[in-house]
C-alpha cells in the first residue's frame, strides 16, 4: 500500500523563451512523484513513455519512487513556447504522443490517494476512474486533460462534453484547475465563485492555481497562499507540482495547512526548471519567511 500514486503520462517538454531553448522532463505524474517522495511519503507512478526516455523511470527509482511504466513507441512531446516576459502567456505544440492509459496500468497499484495527471483530452478517460473508484480510495484530477484538445497539432481549448464531465467528476474528489480552465468551465472570471461552481459539479475540494498563488475551497471555506520564488525560472510544472503537493500534504493535514505547504514547495520549485529538487527543511523555511501560520 502507498501513501500515494501518481498516474499521467511522460512529456518531453521542448521549452522556448527569451532564455533560450531547452529540453526538459516533465509530465503530471513526474512533478508530483518527486515531491512526495521528498516529502518521504511511500510513492508510486504510472507511466507511460519511449524507451529512449527510460532514464526518467531510473531516477524516480532511484528517489525511491516505484515507477509502474509502459513502453511506448513514441513519448508525449511538447512544445512550449512564450512568447512575452508574461509566463503565463503561452502556445502548446504536440509533436507526439504516447496513448491513453488503461485500466490494466493501475490494477495491481494500491495507494491511499490517487492523483490522475494528463495533458490533454484522450490520455485519461472514464475507464481509467471508473477503476481507480473501485479501490474505494480519493481520487484527484487536473482539469486540464479534459479542456485541453489537440487540433492541428496545437494544444486549444475547448467546452468539456457534459456527460462526460458529470461521469469523470463523479469520481473525482480533488479538482484543480487554473484560471482560465475555470473561467472556461464556469463563465466567471472571479475565482472565488469559480471555485465554488466546480465544487458544485461533485468534488469535495477544489485547488485553483493563478499567477500570484493557490485558492483553496474545502468544506465551505476558503484557503489562500501566494508564490514566492526569489527567481521565476520554471513555470512549466507549476500546477503540477501545486497538486501534487497538496494532496500529498492533505493526508497529514487541513485544507489551510496543506494550501500554505503546496504555495510554498511550488515556489521553490518555480525557481528552476524541472521537477522540485529542494528539501522539506527549505520548504519549512519559505513558510516561516514568507507565510503567517
Known amino acids: 500500500m502507498y501513501d500515494i500514486a501518481f498516474v499521467g503520462n511522460y512529456t518531453k517538454d521542448t521549452i522556448v523563451s527569451a532564455a533560450g531553448t531547452r529540453v526538459v522532463d516533465g509530465g503530471a505524474f513526474n512533478y508530483g512523484a518527486h515531491a512526495a517522495v521528498q516529502m518521504g511519503l511511500r510513492t508510486a507512478a504510472v ?28 513519448s508525449t512531446c511538447l512544445r512550449l513556447e512564450y512568447p512575452t516576459a508574461n509566463v503565463d502567456e503561452r502556445v502548446i505544440y504536440v509533436t507526439s504522443a504516447a496513448g ?3 485500466p490494466q ?6 495507494a491511499r490517494v490517487f492523483v490522475v495527471g494528463a495533458s490533454f483530452r484522450g490520455e485519461a478517460g472514464l475507464d481509467l476512474f ?44 480533488t479538482l484543480k484547475s487554473d484560471a482560465v480552465e475555470a473561467e472556461m468551465l464556469t463563465g466567471t472570471a472571479d475565482i472565488y465563485r469559480a471555485a465554488r461552481m466546480l465544487s458544485d ?17 474545502a468544506g465551505g471555506q476558503f484557503h489562500e497562499a501566494g508564490f514566492f520564488p526569489a527567481q521565476l525560472v520554471g513555470r512549466s510544472g507549476r500546477g503540477d507540482t501545486c497538486l501534487g503537493s497538496y494532496v500529498a500534504r492533505r493526508l497529514t493535514a487541513p485544507p489551510g495547512e496543506a494550501a500554505v505547504w503546496a504555495a510554498a514547495l511550488t515556489s521553490l520549485k518555480m525557481e528552476a526548471e524541472g521537477p522540485f529538487q529542494r528539501t522539506t527543511g527549505e520548504v519549512e523555511d519559505l513558510i516561516r519567511q514568507k507565510y503567517s501560520v
Open 47 to 74: 507511466t507511460r513513455l519511449a524507451g529512449e526516455d527510460w532514464h526518467v523511470v531510473d531516477r524516480l527509482a532511484h528517489l525511491g519512487v516505484d515507477v509502474f511504466a509502459e513502453q511506448t513507441p513514441h
Open 100 to 102: 491513453t492509459l488503461t
Open 105 to 110: 496500468q493501475v490494477a495491481g497499484v494500491s
Open 130 to 173: 471508473e477503476a481507480l473508484a473501485a479501490k474505494r480510495v480519493p481520487i484527484a484530477a487536473d482539469v486540464q486533460g479534459f479542456v485541453r484538445v489537440v487540433r492541428d497539432d496545437k494544444l486549444v481549448y475547448e467546452p468539456w462534453p457534459p456527460e462526460e464531465r458529470q461521469a469523470i467528476l463523479g469520481h473525482v474528489s
Open 201 to 217: 459539479l461533485g468534488p469535495t475540494e477544489i485547488v485553483l492555481t493563478h499567477r500570484g498563488g493557490l485558492l483553496v475551497y
